[in-house]
């Protein structure tokens, strides 16, 4: 079975800190992406990436950046954590390809204190 | 971009009977909508999915009709069972199917009544 490890459940942080989420996948995908699920906002896409060192925008980049260094593994960053980043973190991945099959992690949630 | 309105936000089923959550997008170039359940602690899973050229498709239980005319889709379960109890998601594609041009729907919860 493919699977997407996300490195925590749950993360509690301070306003200003600096917050790194990780995601390993184990199929050998190209893509990968960071979504952020909030209630009545649906899925909301804020970084991909195609291959290792390359990242793309996707809808709500701001306020966050990631990294890419290995295939397998994805990273999401938040320079400096605010209250309204407080939510439900999903990492995702997929073959390179169209109708591409999305692999969702288990998600982080995570609260700006 | 592509916007995606799905309803309800809530369905309430008794075991048993039927649901359909229906979706409709604005974007006549998309060309792939898949459904995701999302089960309590656990991230979003594809269920089935569907494209432009097919307007039906079944899986057991489950099936998705699509109208593009209207521009809606919709997503069937019958027979429904307590563990069909989850959030779905639809999701429409407008960038040749691949997953980063998807966009999704708000979710519905569907809760199934013993």
């Known amino acids: 079975d493919v699977k997407v490890t996300q490195s925590s459940r749950y993360l509690v942080k301070r306003t200003g800190e600096k917050v790194f989420l990780e995601c390993v996948q184990d199929?050998?995908?190209?893509?990968m992406f960071w979504y952020r699920q909030d209630p009545g906002l649906g899925l909301r896409l804020i970084y991909f990436?195609?291959?290792?060192?390359?990242?793309e925008k996707g809808d709500i980049p701001e306020g966050y950046s990631v990294s890419r260094e290995k295939k397998e593994r994805f990273s999401l960053i938040l320079e400096s954590a605010s209250t309204n980043q407080t939510s439900m973190y999903l990492c995702?991945?997929?073959?390179?390809?169209?109708?591409?099959?999305?692999?969702f992690g288990s998600g982080t949630q995570l609260s700006v204190l | 971009g592509e916007n995606v309105e799905q309803h309800p936000s809530t369905l309430s089923v008794q075991e048993g009977d039927s649901a359909v959550i229906k979706c409709t997008y604005s974007d006549s170039a998309s060309n792939y909508f898949p459904w995701y359940k999302q089960e309590l602690g656990k991230g979003p899973q594809l269920i089935i999915d569907?494209?432009?050229?097919?307007g039906e498709k079944k899986d057991q239980r489950i099936a998705v009709t699509l109208n593009k005319t209207a521009k809606h889709f919709s997503l069937h379960i019958t027979e429904t069972q307590p563990e069909d109890s989850a959030v779905y998601f639809c999701?429409?594609?407008?960038?040749?199917?691949?997953?980063?041009?998807?966009?999704f729907g708000k979710g519905t919860h569907l809760i199934i009544q013993p």
């Open positions: 199929m050998d995908h190209e893509n």
């Open positions: 999701a429409a594609s407008d960038s040749g199917g691949g997953a980063d041009g998807l966009t």
């Open positions: 569907i494209r432009s050229n097919v």
């Open positions: 990436s195609y291959d290792v060192k390359m990242k």
């Open positions: 995702a991945s997929s073959f390179l390809g169209t109708d591409e099959k999305l692999f």
